[in-house]
């Protein structure tokens, strides 16, 4: 055996090649290529003393254990058997090349010449995927347990959702826990659903969507988990929580209602035993925004500012007050009001009241007094007050453009302030009047 | 007052009475504030007059008894012109004084304020004035509020007549005289500080023209009066927008 150094393309040929072969020689060479890539090779020439059934001269190839075909022959002579262009290809990285030549090359009594071979061969990928199924002689093992994966020279493997590829880098370890799901819909199964699930699952599985959203849960068929007559859910059982909160334990044949978790949380645990042959369960989860309710005023004074169709987590919407009415929150009085959509579809804050504007007991005028023009004794918005002085001992001090009724009239406004229209919230003052003595001195007697 | 009548009630509504602690009169201006004679607070020849007297100050009836029944109004501040000389005897210049009361008084008809002069013509020689007081009825104090009606005298008369006695009293510009020497009706002690009004018939109301200032005796002659015209900027003045 004359073993080649292992390359990656390399030609073979028979001894003295191109001068004719020596006789009484067997050689078997053997070409290597590196692991993971499988051997091609090609006859460029090929000048064998031809022979029925190769019996004299003859090259035999052999690659897997097997025997790829024996040759001989001459281009153009119909004796023997020619390898002509076929390709030779070994499903392992070696292929064995035999030279045998027997004592003499005569024909007819008259010594003949023959060149030999030249063969080239080279690498080419061995896809270990591809005989996963079918495994070649020297690899009778499976090279993967769940996936394979080819590449140029080699393969690696890798396992199904819910496995952990195992340090041996072939065989798949069911590992369910920590199981995080953030897109806002998806399936989630127990594993090889709906082929039995494994024994012995502590798995864990977990929805997480965006605040503001609230989560569906809609299990399908069919749903199968080892379930007992008269316990409840001994062997195997899938707990569902949503916010911390058990929304129930499902085991049996029958599926879950559909479940509207209210929560942008769920948390999924499936426990199995050591045995059973149920066919697990599968869910299609979906999300749904959360909307609050419509803001709707409580009386017909109070305005939402630019209302909107629909409400959702964090919109939020203003309130004002018609003119001349107070914002109030209880019995608080308010400058401002706007209500957040808090993630759990309700507003953060209560629908205020408008309230009618009180400018209060009017200010009592010095030497004179107010009457109502609007209802007695009624201060809200749009009330109207006269002030007027006690005459004749005291007269309102007016500008010389105006009038006591316009110096004295008073509406209270939208602001909650009565004011004047020139003299705005300044009451009128009531000077004395001088010089007019009521009962004036006078004598009769003349 | 010599001569007079008594009020009645309403006759008179400006007439203060006063004890600064002599007894005196005095008018109400506006709703805070007291028209009098300096010299019923600071008298003449008693210097020293301090402030720890007690002063009253009474409005709102004529009768005496009843008078003393309603509430006195504290003063808060008292003004003196400050040409009032109260070491000076015989010159009664600037015989002018306010007091302001601490609290607003309420008006009603039986206490109203009177108006001050704005014109020279209130000063034309025999227009009548009333002058009233609590002051002297001859030889005792009245028990109620009495008047007079006097017309304003001639100047010259009035200065012949000082002349006349020998008299070193002044008689400014800042007086007036009123009364005459064969008229019985004089104002007396007790009521300086009362004014001397009439009615200014053009605006229908009835203006103080002068304060019962100092004479000579009661009930003969003339009596002198400061002129209130010549002091109603000072009285503004003190008074501000009131």
Redesign the interface.
């Known amino acids: 055996s004359v073993p080649i150094p292992q390359k990656l393309f390399g030609a073979v040929t028979s001894p003295l090649y191109p001068k004719p072969y020596p006789n009484n020689y067997e050689t078997t060479t053997i070409i290597t290529v590196p692991p993971g890539y499988r051997v091609k090779l090609v006859f460029q020439h090929f000048d064998v003393e031809p022979s029925e059934g190769c019996l004299y001269d003859y090259v035999k190839i052999s690659a897997d254990k097997k025997n790829l075909g024996r040759f001989c022959g001459q281009q153009g002579s119909s004796l023997g058997n020619l390898p002509g262009k076929k390709e030779f290809v070994s499903k392992g990285s070696k292929m064995l090349l035999t030279f045998h030549t027997d004592f003499s090359n005569e024909e007819n009594g008259t010594i003949m010449f023959y060149k030999g071979f030249q063969a080239y061969y080279h690498a080419v990928d061995l896809d270990e995927c591809a005989s996963q199924s079918n495994s070649v002689e020297d690899d009778p093992q499976p090279r993967c347990q769940h996936l394979c994966h080819n590449y140029v020279g080699g393969y690696f493997c890798s396992c199904r959702a819910g496995y952990e590829l195992s340090e041996d880098g072939h065989s798949c370890q069911a590992e369910c826990s920590g199981q995080l799901y953030t897109e806002p819909s998806g399936y989630i199964a127990s594993l090889e659903y709906p082929r039995p699930y494994p024994p012995d699952l502590r798995c864990n599985y977990s929805i997480r969507v965006e605040r503001g959203f609230t989560l569906h849960l809609k299990f399908l068929e069919p749903f199968e988990i080892d379930d007992h007559q008269q316990v409840h859910c001994p062997y195997d059982q899938l707990q569902i929580y949503a916010n911390r909160k058990n929304l129930g334990e499902f085991c049996g044949t029958q599926r879950p209602p559909a479940l509207d978790a209210s929560s942008n949380a769920v948390d999924l645990l499936f426990f199995t035993d050591e045995s059973g042959d149920s066919r697990g369960w599968k869910l299609h989860y979906t999300t749904e925004i959360i909307k609050c309710p419509q803001p709707k005023p409580l009386d017909e004074f109070t305005v939402i500012q630019n209302p909107q169709p629909q409400y959702q987590f964090r919109d939020y919407f203003i309130v004002t007050c018609k003119q001349g009415y107070q914002l109030m929150e209880g019995d608080k009085a308010l400058v401002s009001f706007s209500a957040v959509c808090q993630d759990d579809g309700t507003w953060d804050r209560t629908m205020p009241t408008c309230k009618i504007r009180d400018c209060g007991q009017p200010r009592s005028l ?2 004179g007094d107010f009457r109502y023009i609007t209802t007695n004794g009624v201060n809200s918005y749009k009330s109207q007050i006269q002030y007027y002085c ?1 005459e004749p ?2 007269k309102m001090k007016i500008r010389a453009s105006s009038s006591e009724s316009d110096r004295g009239l008073f509406t209270c406004t939208a602001q909650g302030i009565w004011k004047n229209k020139q003299d705005g919230e300044k009451i009128p003052r009531c ?11 006078e ?1 009769k007697q003349r | 007052i010599i001569g007079g009548h008594r009020a009645k009630m309403g006759n008179f509504p400006w007439q203060v009475y006063t004890e600064l602690p002599g007894p005196g009169g005095g008018a109400l201006l506006g709703d805070r504030w007291i028209l009098t004679a300096a010299h019923t607070v600071y008298p003449k020849e008693q210097t020293g007059q301090g402030s720890n007297h007690t002063r009253n100050v009474l409005m709102g009836h004529t009768v005496m008894k009843q008078l003393r029944e309603l509430t006195n109004h504290p003063i808060r501040t008292i003004r003196i012109h400050p040409d009032y000389h109260q070491d000076q005897p015989h010159n009664f210049d600037g015989d002018i004084a306010l007091l302001e009361l601490k609290n607003s008084v309420t008006l009603g008809p039986n206490v109203l304020p009177i108006c001050l002069p704005d014109n020279e013509t209130f000063y034309e020689e025999r227009l009548m004035g009333y002058v009233s007081g609590f002051g002297l009825t001859e030889d005792r104090l009245p028990d109620s509020l009495r008047y007079i009606r006097v017309p304003v005298a001639e100047r010259e008369a009035c200065e012949k007549w000082l002349q006349s006695k020998n008299r070193d009293d002044v008689f400014s510009r800042n007086m007036f005289c009123a009364g005459g020497l064969h008229l019985k009706q004089d104002a007396c002690q007790g009521d300086s500080g009362g004014v001397f009004v009439m009615k200014d018939h053009n605006k229908d109301r009835w203006v103080a023209t002068g304060i019962v200032s100092w004479g000579i005796g009661c009930g003969y002659g003339y009596g002198f009066y400061t002129k209130l015209l010549n002091y109603v900027d000072w009285i503004k003045k003190e008074m501000g927008e009131e």
Do not use: F
Request: aromatic letters at 12%; one cysteine or more.
């Open positions: 010095s030497n006690r001992y005291y000077l004395p009047v001088c010089g007019k003595p009521v009962h004036p001195v004598a």
